[in-house]
Structure formats: C-alpha cells, structure tokens
C-alpha cells in the first residue's frame, strides 16, 4: 500500500520562501509521475506541478510558473517543492499526489496515491 508524507510547511512571510518534501514508501516509486497540489479552505484541490518519472521535465500551473520548482530523487523516493517570492494568495494545504505513468496531470482522479498534507501560510 502507498504511502506519502509531506514536510515542511509554516508560516512565512510575503517573499519569503519554504521548501516541502513528499518521501514515499510502499511502491516502486520510479513507476510514478509526482506532483504537488493545493487546497485552501473553501476551495478545489488545484494543480501546482509536476515532475515526470525518470526524465526530470517538469510543469507548472501559471500561478506559481518562476516561483516554484518540482525536484525528485528516485534513489531517495522523495520530491521536492522549492517555494520562492510567497504570496500571501499561495496559503493552502499542500499535498503530493503519486500517478501511475510518465507524466501528471492537473486531473486528481489520476493519483492512485496521497499523502495527508502540510499547511502553508504566508502572511502579509
């Protein structure tokens, strides 16, 4: 059974920057395309990136395009999220999504698996 554990959420100010991790275990991990999501209160799960299974490409939803970057190490089964230039608009719920495949998507129904989450708040 898979399991994901996202790190290293907080608070931080407007322009500062964080850094989450997302390590899997219970699948072979570099069968799966990874990508990050996020939810604030009273919103849809959306889209932030995505990096493929062993090539490395990577998207981004236009939002964040600049600012964030999606890294992965296979060897370590974990991929990052590295979050610079925070808005205050970025506070939400971020969680990695698994997704059977060479690349992710911006559909949810594709992630067979997720993780529970870390909060990011970025004060203004």
């Known amino acids: 059974q898979g399991h994901l554990v996202e790190s290293g959420g907080g608070l931080v100010q407007a322009g500062g920057s964080l850094t989450l991790s997302c390590t899997a275990s219970?699948?072979?991990?570099?069968?799966?395309?990874m990508s990050w999501f996020r939810q604030a209160p009273g919103k849809e799960r959306e889209f932030v990136g995505s990096i493929t299974r062993t090539t490395g490409d990577t998207s981004y939803a236009d939002s964040v395009k600049g600012r964030f970057t999606v890294s992965r190490d296979n060897a370590k089964n974990t991929i990052w999220l590295v979050m610079n230039h925070l808005k205050p608009e970025d506070t939400a719920r971020y969680y990695c999504?698994?997704?059977?495949?060479?690349?992710?998507?911006?559909?949810?129904?594709?992630?067979?698996?997720w993780g529970q989450g870390t909060q990011v708040t970025v004060s203004s």
């Open positions: 219970g699948i072979t991990f570099s069968y799966y395309a």
């Open positions: 999504g698994a997704a059977l495949g060479m690349t992710g998507t911006n559909e949810t129904r594709q992630y067979l698996h």
